[in-house]
């Protein structure tokens, strides 16, 4: 069936550094793929995404890279900062009965240490 | 109004009780989604409405019940649950234009089953 897989499951870096979470789908048709990130005890944030005739996309510290042929897509956040500390889900796009569904990867832990 | 607004936002109950949670938006969104969190777990999805119909049942059992009563609205009516189906319990919502959107998810419902 569709699966995402998500790496790393947990990220530690120092502050300032960069960030850098690998996804992985299964499904070529996939054609958008959003990032959320879940803070603890909160809902889950769209932070950026990427449409399949897209390579890259930023927004100020975070940008989002695809690559169709390998169906590889990656998050990478720059200049960290102790409030991007939160878990991180990838999603991609399944068209299901006329309507579309996310299926989620598995998360990153980010922990960034001041 | 940029919000989806979910109601309670903490809901403890036995099993032989009925309840319902509730999910509102005002963003003109016409698909609507139901999610279950378990901690440190991606949402993994329930059920899609898409302009008031149900398009797509995950195969959730029967003691979950959705309805959509009009664009704005989004139910989930509980019965007979068990202490498994603890949970946090997410709406969100998109567009539905025919290409995938990302979700505004609400702030959920923690739901303990005792």
């Known amino acids: 069936g569709e699966n995402v897989e998500q790496h790393p499951s947990t990220l530690s870096v120092q502050e300032g550094d960069s960030a850098v979470i690998k996804c992985t789908y299964s499904?070529?048709?996939?054609?958008?793929f959003p990032w959320y990130k879940q803070e603890l005890g909160k809902r889950p944030q769209l932070i950026i995404d990427?449409?399949?005739?897209?390579g890259e996309k930023k927004d100020q510290r975070i940008a989002v890279t695809l690559n169709k042929t390998a169906k590889h897509f990656s998050l990478h956040i720059t200049e960290t900062q102790p409030e991007d500390s939160a878990v991180y889900f990838c999603?991609?796009?399944?068209?299901?009965?006329?309507?579309?569904?996310?299926?989620f990867g598995t998360g990153t832990r980010l922990k960034v240490l001041a | 109004d940029t919000e989806v607004t979910q109601t309670p936002k903490h809901l403890v109950m036995g099993m032989t009780n009925k309840k319902s949670l509730k999910c509102e938006q005002h963003?003109?969104?016409?698909?609507m989604y139901w999610y279950k969190q378990k901690a440190k777990k991606p949402p993994e999805l329930m059920f899609v409405?898409?302009?008031?119909?149900?398009?797509i049942n995950e195969s959730v059992p029967s003691r979950f019940s959705p309805e959509c009563p009009n664009s704005s609205l989004l139910n989930l009516h509980l019965h007979a649950l068990q202490p498994e189906d603890s949970a946090l319990y997410l709406c969100a919502s998109s567009q539905d234009k025919g290409e995938p959107y990302g979700y505004t998810f609400g702030s959920g419902t923690r739901l303990t089953v005792v």
């Open positions: 409405y898409s302009y008031e119909k149900l398009s």
């Open positions: 963003m003109g969104h016409r698909a």
């Open positions: 990427i449409r399949s005739n897209v």
């Open positions: 999603a991609a796009s399944i068209k299901a009965s006329g309507t579309y569904k996310y299926i």
């Open positions: 499904d070529s048709a996939s054609n958008y």
